[in-house]
């Protein structure tokens, strides 16, 4: 019985990848768009597209909301849930953690270009 579980664990994850990357064609993304975008590497993206790694929760969301899908679709790939989010607070929120990330990777460029004139 473990054995299958293990199955349909390594399933479910092989779908997650494929789905990954039929949405992020379907958005017209390069890996590489796609992972700047997440703040993440092209080789991480190729690793989650190949089920090779697996993304956690908070880019998963992001990952939603940049590819106009909802997280449970991704996960579980509900149909009925492709290119349609479920409600105007599911696009907000992923609307939200995008935001979120970009402010992250803003406030490393200030900190890193303060310290440079710091420096000089």
Do not use: C, H, Y
């Not at 293990?6 to 390069?30: V, Y």
């Not at 993440?40 to 590819?67: C, F, H, Y």
């Amino acid at each position: 019985m473990k054995k299958e579980l293990a199955k349909a664990g390594d399933l479910a994850q092989e779908q997650l990848g494929e789905r990954i990357k039929f949405a992020r064609k379907s958005s017209n993304l390069t890996a590489e768009e796609f992972a700047r975008r997440l703040g993440v590497t092209s080789k991480t993206v190729r690793g989650w597209e190949k089920s090779r790694r697996v993304p956690r929760a908070n880019q998963i969301v992001m990952m939603a909301g940049l590819l106009n899908v909802t997280a449970p679709w991704l996960l579980q790939g509900r149909e009925n849930e492709f290119m349609e989010m479920d409600s105007d607070e599911e696009v907000v929120r992923s609307k939200l953690a995008i935001a979120k990330q970009k402010v992250v990777e803003l406030t490393e460029i200030l900190t890193d270009l303060e310290k440079r004139l710091e420096v000089g």
